[in-house]
């Protein structure tokens, strides 16, 4: 066990370093300069400021605001105080227990790392679950139009009459037969070459030029916008957007606030325009969407042929089909959907009649 060891010494009176032997004894240092006179320090009356780490000296402190100092470089000195001195417990640090405390620096991340993945992928999505039914459809529409001022800005618009005309009128005619929904719906026709539409919350749905102009009747746009729909009156747009967006807007949801979402536009915007359901919420918008066709007395084979169409083109689609890659049309749910069609006993009635669709799908 080694006790005597070098070191510098200050008195605290001048800025004068002096060499010194410090010896360690069981109740305190004793601590000989070079200029001589011996000085003894009571454990309890030492404080520690430095060489908690390795490659930093070790500086003990005794005093009040002017207080001697003494200075020792090789950390080991620590060591040997605590074999000497063993009473003095935690109130000097222990090179020794170094390794222990980085293994349990670990153990703590890996437990924060544990727990923040298990908040992600457990308790989001359960308070989530809880907040959806919960929120006000004013909370709703407050993110829809936070959403639609990046999605759908007045200058990217459709602004074709005949266009937003034919929009409304299929909506109206597609929710007609159904109680009234507690949404007032508004279909925004952007004009950008993406094959896509998009549900969001509070009503709203976003078609783009592209999709449009890939429907060959008004039938199958309207089993396109059932679709979506659906997805709006399901709430699957709005569970996405609380789940995908922030923490900060899951709060506000499950408070009910309809000013915070505005702070969120931009973020809402990216998560719905990256948006990918779950296959249950897309068999989901796919059987109610169906049966808000059926309902509507909508041809339903203008629904499931976009559909195939869209499986057709699954796997070789050009970048802008996005629609591909957000609505995935398995082969199962087609034939669901078929099976849907032929079980129905009515007869449909046309959509638009009178309409060049062709010509006014390419209007915007």
Known sequence: MRTDWQ?????????????ATIRLMREGIEIT????GTRLWPYREIRQTQGFYAGEEVRLE??????E???????????????????VGSHFHDPGRRGARLRWTIVAGVGVIAATAAIYFWGIPALTALAVPRVPVAWEESVGRSAIAYLAPPERRCGDLAVGRAMDETVRRLVAPGPRPPYTF????????????????????????????????????AGVMAHELQHVLRRHATRAVIQGVSTGLLLM??????????????????????LRYSRRAEEEADTEGMQMVLAARVDPA??????????????????????????PP?????GRLKAMAAAWKGAPEPLLPGEQWTDLAKRC
């Open 186 to 221: 508004r279909v925004h026709v952007v004009n950008r070459p993406l094959v896509n539409a998009l549900a969001v919350p509070g009503g709203h749905v976003v078609v783009f030029r592209g999709l449009l102009q890939r429907t060959s009747t008004p039938e199958e746009m």
């Open 62 to 67: 005794r005093g009040g605001d002017l207080p």
């Open 7 to 19: 070191g510098v010494y200050l008195d605290g009176r001048t800025a004068a370093r002096q060499p």
């Open 253 to 274: 949801a499950l408070t009910g606030d309809v000013t915070g979402p505005l702070a969120y536009g931009l973020q809402t915007a990216r998560t719905l325009g990256d």
């Open 302 to 327: 203008g629904m499931i042929t976009f559909f195939e169409q869209m499986q057709k083109e699954e796997g070789a689609a050009p970048e802008a089909l996005t629609y591909l890659s957000t609505h």
């Open 33 to 36: 300069p070079s200029g001589g």
């Open 69 to 87: 100092t003494l200075l020792v470089p090789d950390i080991a000195f620590l060591e040997s105080l605590h074999e000497v001195a063993r009473h």
């Open 330 to 334: 398995a082969a199962d749910r087609i």
